[in-house]
């Protein structure tokens, strides 16, 4: 995984370790002499208001953009006997897990976040998928564009739609006062150099357009190398192609007509699947699985179009695919018979080789492309752990029980090869692996499921409900997007 340079922390951690914990709890007690006003009316996160800006007229859609305050993790309590405690409680972290007194809140932490935004769709969007742009690449410059593609989850199959949003004008949020947490005079001349540069009032701004998708969108994913080309899975059973030139086109130039028909769908799954991937060796290949265990593999041929097959039968539901990074034939799956498996597209019928990699169905598995023999898997009791697929069937390098709730997405950082970030139910995590930590007798390190805070663990982002999929932004550093039952969260967390 690689000797790293630590990154700056802070915040206090169990055992004596800084962190920055992001959202942290603070308890205050009132009293005769602290008694403040508090405006009802007041909007706290004013700053991070999105405006709507349809992409063309009579669209249906309302993606209203929301307030920061599902963000956060810091409950304050109010104070039932004002004479019982004169003394401040410590600020302390939280963690999912931890049970909220009665009249505590979580509380938004503005400090920790360098950028956060949020917004809530018509309809839950439990799948997206950042869509590359010629904007270029390693963008650091405030402010941001993101671009990405969400389906949804609508109360009847006709309601559902893919949805291509474009974000803009995604500001700042937060700078550091100068001296603040800073090492260096470098440190404090960079952030003299983001004050003259402003723009951290202004307000983001949302343009989208959609597709009707009958059934609700399981999963969508874009090809790599041909950004416009999107694969959604429907509820229904069917796997469709899409071509979104023309709505990407449109939110650039408004007026293009466009082009709502699937290039290609798919029936010839025996049930509904949530696998998906494309291909990032062979422009065009691709893979599906669903829940009875089916996995199909799309070959483009002349035309635009896919010749599909179904190869292999895993027996039970595939929850996820992965193509290697390097071996343009190779690919693997995590399934609920709780195995991690390799499979090679010259040989059908069967694995090449199959790990029983966890106690519970395997929900999720992400492949390292900078170190492509390491291989992540996360599961459906809260586990996830780190293989090296050249000592396959053998213990993880790292084994993580902090998580009390299904871990629901994973995915390795673009280009840092020991950074990767994890969602479960209650919250989002950000590790780096790179931090070494003494492997107790017994296991792998990573946590005894008590709610100790590993050092790996750099960031938590919480205050969303029921989290489904987290990823980096491949050209924005540190960049990350999320989904969950209450909407989308864009930020970058201040010690990345």
């Known amino acids: 995984m690689g000797k790293k340079t630590k ?160 974000l803009s004008d995604l500001s700042q949020t937060y700078k550091k006062s100068k001296g603040e947490d800073s090492d260096s005079e470098e440190d404090d001349d960079a952030i003299e150099d983001d004050e003259e540069e402003g723009g951290t009032d202004d307000d983001p701004v949302l343009e989208h357009v959609n597709i009707p998708h009958f059934g609700g969108v399981n999963r969508v994913r874009t090809m790599p190398q041909q950004a416009n080309i999107v694969a959604s899975h429907s509820s229904t059973g069917h796997v469709h192609i899409w071509d979104i030139k023309t709505h990407m086109d449109s939110l650039e130039r408004p007026g293009v007509a466009l082009n709502n028909r699937a290039v290609q769908s798919y029936g010839g799954h025996k049930e509904e699947g949530y696998a998906m991937d494309w291909s990032p060796k062979s422009v065009g290949h691709f893979a599906t699985g669903d829940c009875s265990g089916g996995i199909h593999l799309w070959q483009p041929k002349e035309g635009g179009r896919w010749d599909v097959v179904e190869g292999w039968n895993a027996g039970v539901s595939v929850e996820d695919i992965q193509w290697s990074p390097t071996e343009a034939t190779v690919f693997a799956t995590g399934d609920c018979g709780k195995n991690v498996s390799i499979y090679d597209t010259r040989k059908k019928g069967k694995p090449m080789l199959q790990h029983q990699a966890h106690n519970a169905d395997v929900n999720v598995i992400s492949w390292n492309k900078n170190v492509t023999n390491l291989l992540a898997s996360g599961s459906d009791d809260g586990v996830f752990s780190v293989w ?37 139910e209650e919250a989002v995590f950000v590790y780096d692996l790179s931090v070494e930590e003494e492997v107790t007798q017994g296991g792998a390190a990573g946590g005894n499921g008590n709610g100790d805070i590993p050092p790996q663990l750099l960031f938590m982002h919480c205050g969303s409900q029921s989290n489904k999929e987290a990823h980096w932004h491949p050209q924005i550093p540190s960049l990350v997007m999320t989904t969950a039952l209450t909407g989308f969260n864009v930020f970058i967390p201040s010690n990345l």
């Open 388 to 424: 090296d697929l050249r000592a396959w069937g053998k213990a993880p390098l790292a084994r993580f029980t902090t998580h009390n709730t299904p871990i629901t997405s994973l995915e390795w950082h673009p280009t840092d090869e020991s950074m990767i970030v994890v969602s479960d």
């Open 7 to 166: 990154r700056k922390t802070g915040g206090k951690e169990a055992g004596g370790n800084k962190v920055k914990a992001a959202p942290s709890l603070r308890e205050t007690e009132e009293t005769l002499e602290n008694l403040k006003f508090e405006d009802p009316f007041e909007d706290e996160f004013e700053d991070d208001n999105m405006e709507i800006v349809d992409a063309k007229e009579g669209d249906d859609v309302d993606l209203d953009a929301e307030s920061g305050d599902t963000m956060g993790a810091q409950p304050t309590s109010a104070a039932s006997d004002a004479a019982a405690s004169d003394a401040a409680v410590a600020k302390q972290a939280w963690m999912p897990g931890k049970k909220l007194e009665e009249n505590e809140v979580l509380e938004y932490d503005q400090s920790a976040y360098t950028m956060y935004h949020a917004l809530k769709p018509e309809w839950p969007c439990l799948s997206f998928d950042i869509v590359r742009d010629d904007r270029g690449e390693n963008r650091t410059r405030f402010p941001h564009t993101v671009l990405a593609v969400a389906g949804t989850q609508a109360d009847a199959d006709a309601k559902n739609k893919l949805t291509l949003m474009k």
